[in-house]
């Protein structure tokens, strides 16, 4: 909620400086996002009048000027502004004036001496608009310094509202807060009642009182629709960041700022038989005021006459009824929706209005007949007209109940945690204007129509906890006995996982649980993902169950910005249906670490070739991450990798999760420029670190042998160095695979694998005779189960 200062305090003016009302409101629960100028800085700059306007002797595009600037005389100036002319009023920079970025001095332009400069919104910083001048009304008075004229010595604040404080989507709402909190007088503007001067109406029909159980309206003829809007209007609605379109409109915009009310005005001509609130009819169709036709859902109520729909109620006009500049008869509307009608409505048809945002948070519920009347009277002193009187359709039993609220003095006192004497509750109580009563130690409160947050004893508490300022509670540092919370050796933390993968090259990224569900049916093969109902934004609509997806989202984001080498890795909790459960309606939410790479496997350096990360690179980084236990590594089909290039992690025997290349169909679709290889595995298998076990050291030399073995294409080298361990002795410390083959002199359906075989014993040194002894067990277990041949 944006909002002019000066606004503000022409309904409460407390004795505070711009900075404390703002420290004021933060405090108070109404954070202030911003606080800036309502317009550029600049000095010297007076209201003028334009006296003649003659041609320039030396140039066809410039103008000079006799320019009448009050107190400071009749100066001569040069200008190429295309709209100048004899009598405009238009703002003047006189010699000295410091304007957003250059300074005004006396000049010679063509020969011809200028003191000053006429000026452009743009020059003044007030709008971009440079396409001439800056027209001022005839009346302003000549020689007035402009800032004073235009109110510019004024502040724009920001608030950041929480949504349950609707009443503060409004001057008054806000001005009703200050006055509680300073005490300082409140000043609402009047609503009084127009005397109709026509006996006009039409009637009103509630078809859905569930959604709109009051609706106000009032025919208004012989408006004016090409009166201008007054400047003081224009400015107040502009600086709450609303764009003045013409009066009619702009008055049903400013009772909206200044009430929290929002209106809207048909063109009466365009209207046929009864206005009707009722929800829609099989396909029907509606165009709107910002040119997109939607087809309502069966749930959202539309405003409609015995012809056709008008406009989607609480939300936005239709086309066909709005007003325009031939509009000479209006039907004024003023109507109160129930909030869960509104709520994610627009947001469903992909846009937002003024008044969605306010129908769905909650508008008093009184106001509408106040409201009316205020705009009434605005449009009859702007544009004119006849009103009609004022038809109101309502029923009672759908309005929301204001249930009486009981506070004990006591209890609020001691949840806040201070001692407030019963008085000093009992007046931050009356401050707010809220009824009551007391009854010895409590009060019994009945909240206002406007404030739909107030419903049990907890909310008043806050309400005082506010108004007595939450900078004013002391927060002494807690007492307690404490203890050294235990750290099993047996267990890594999150944090010491991810300072593994920091020494390892990677960076942390923090991405949302809530992912497009392409990425779902692409990294996961989750064609039923688990599904938001109201999700922050359309493509960010599902439950993630993989982390692999928003790796990649961040390699693309990456590579756009021209990052080369990219190691990204994020800790956190995937999405699973709970299949098993009977009700269907729980989830398992599993903890993961995933990890990618992307780009080259080294820093650009001169000691090593160029060569991009492979699977064998990310696979030593998730190795490290787990030694000093071994993990096992089986191929495996996944829609998310290479089908050549994946593989399934174990550990004991139990899977942990998956390692392997991006498959190239998602290379090809998300444009990545590098094969990019990931990683994802449960993070409690990687935080169960066992505790180090004691190993003797052997004082006997190791024996190493190499054995190469030439065997079928399909062998896998998992299993057989499962098998090769398996059948070793007790004194083969390793079989580790450093080399694989394919070429000449091997058959094209065969491979050769080099293992690595270290001996050694903790109680004497090998003879040849153990060495050989093992080498030939190993090499019987490759025959005779691999089909393996020692290659000579």
């Known amino acids: 909620m944006q909002f002019p200062e000066s606004w503000l305090r022409a309904l409460v003016n407390p004795p505070l400086s711009t900075d404390e009302l703002c420290h004021l409101l933060t405090m108070a629960g109404l954070e202030v996002e911003e606080n800036r100028p309502a317009s550029a800085d600049f000095s010297s700059v007076v209201v003028a009048r334009v006296l003649s306007v003659e041609k320039h002797p030396d140039a066809d595009k410039l103008k ?80 007035q310094n402009i800032r004073a004229y235009l109110g510019l010595d004024d502040n724009l604040i920001t608030l950041k509202l929480t949504p349950n404080r609707a009443d503060c989507l409004s001057l008054v709402g806000i001005a009703r807060e200050v006055a509680a909190l300073t005490g300082a007088p409140l000043t609402l503007p009047q609503a009084t009642p127009v005397a109709a001067s ?53 008055v049903t915009n400013y009772v909206m700022l200044e009430l929290g009310q929002p209106l809207h005005a048909f063109d009466d001509a365009e209207l046929q038989g009864a206005i009707h609130v009722r929800l829609p009819r099989p396909g029907e169709q509606l165009l709107l005021l910002n040119e997109q036709t939607v087809t309502p859902t069966a749930d959202t109520a539309l405003i409609a006459d015995e012809a056709r729909a008008l406009a989607l109620a609480g939300i936005m006009g239709g086309e066909h009824s709005g007003i325009n500049d031939a509009t000479t008869d209006l039907f004024l509307e003023c109507a109160f929706f129930a909030p869960e009608a509104i709520a994610g409505k627009a947001r469903a048809l992909g846009f937002s209005s003024d008044a969605s945002y306010r129908y769905e948070r909650g508008v008093d519920f009184e106001l509408q007949r106040s409201a009316i009347e205020r705009a009434t009277q605005l449009i009859l002193d702007i544009c004119g007209g006849q009103p009609g009187p004022v038809v109101e359709a309502a029923e009672p039993a759908h309005l929301p109940l204001r249930a009486p609220v009981r506070l004990r003095m006591s209890r609020a006192a001691k949840v806040i945690g201070i001692g407030l004497a019963h ?21 019994v409160v009945t909240p206002p129509s406007h404030r739909f947050d107030i419903a049990i004893e907890e909310d008043l508490i806050e309400e005082i906890a506010r108004l007595h300022g939450y900078d004013n509670i002391p927060a002494p540092p807690p007492t307690a006995r404490v203890e050294m919370m235990p750290l099993p050796e047996a267990r890594r933390t999150p944090m010491q996982a991810r300072r593994l993968l ?9 991405n949302y649980s809530f992912v497009e569900a392409a990425w779902e049916a692409d990294f996961a093969a989750n064609a039923a993902p ?63 670490i995933a990890a990618l790479a992307a780009g080259p496997a080294l820093s650009e350096q001169w000691g090593a070739p160029t060569r991009n990360a492979d699977f064998y690179d990310v696979k030593g980084d998730l190795e490290a991450l787990f030694a000093p236990r071994n993990l096992r590594f089986e191929r495996v089909n996944h829609p998310a990798l290479h089908p050549g290039r994946a593989a399934t992690v174990l550990l004991d025997g139990v899977t942990l999760g998956v390692i392997g290349e991006i498959h190239p169909r998602w290379h090809q679709k998300y444009e990545l420029t590098a094969p990019a290889v990931v990683f994802e595995v449960d993070l409690a298998a990687l935080l169960a670190a066992p505790l180090p076990a004691y190993r003797e050291a052997s004082r006997f030399p190791a024996v190493t042998r190499d054995i190469a073995l030439v065997l079928p294409q399909q062998c896998a080298v998992q299993e057989l160095q499962d098998a090769l361990r398996a059948a070793a002795p007790a004194y083969v410390r390793e079989i580790r ?33 153990d060495a050989d002894t093992a080498v030939a067990q190993l090499l019987q277990v490759a025959t005779e189960r691999f089909g393996a041949v020692l290659r000579g």
């Open 64 to 143: 000079l000027c006799k320019v009448d600037t009050g107190e400071h005389g009749v100066l001569q100036i040069v200008c190429g502004a295309p709209n100048v002319a004899a009598d405009m009023v238009v703002p003047c920079a006189l010699v000295g004036a410091k304007l957003p970025g250059i300074e005004i001095k006396k000049a010679k332009v063509r020969g011809i001496e200028s003191f000053g400069m006429l000026c452009s919104a743009r020059e003044l910083g007030l709008s971009d608009d440079h396409g001439g001048l800056l027209p001022l009304p005839v009346d302003a008075p000549i020689g």
């Open 530 to 592: 688990i599904r938001l109902a109201n999700p922050i934004a359309s493509q960010m609509g599902v439950m993630r169950s993989s982390l692999i997806g928003g790796l990649v989202g961040a390699l693309v984001g990456n590579l756009k910005r021209q990052a080369e080498r990219v190691r990204l890795f994020e800790l956190g909790r995937c999405f699973l249906p709970e299949a098993a459960m009977a009700d269907g309606t729980g989830h398992r939410q599993p903890l993961r």
């Open 198 to 250: 026509i006996q006009d109406t039409r009637a009103i029909v509630l078809d859905a009182p569930a959604v709109c159980p009051r609706y106000c309206g009032r025919i208004v003829r012989g408006v004016n629709a090409k009166a201008p809007t007054p400047e003081w209007m224009k400015r107040r609605i502009e600086r709450c960041g609303v764009r003045s379109i013409s009066a009619l409109v702009d």
């Open 737 to 769: 695979l450093f080399d694989v083959y394919q070429g000449k002199g091997i058959a094209p359906e065969s491979k050769s694998l080099a293992f690595r075989v270290v001996m050694q014993d903790t109680q004497k040194t090998l003879a040849d005779d």
């Open 502 to 510: 920091a020494e390892r090259g990677y960076h942390e990224v923090v």
């Open 423 to 443: 008085d000093q509750i009992e007046k931050l109580v009356a401050g707010l204007g809220f009824p009551y009563e007391r009854k010895a130690d409590e009060l």
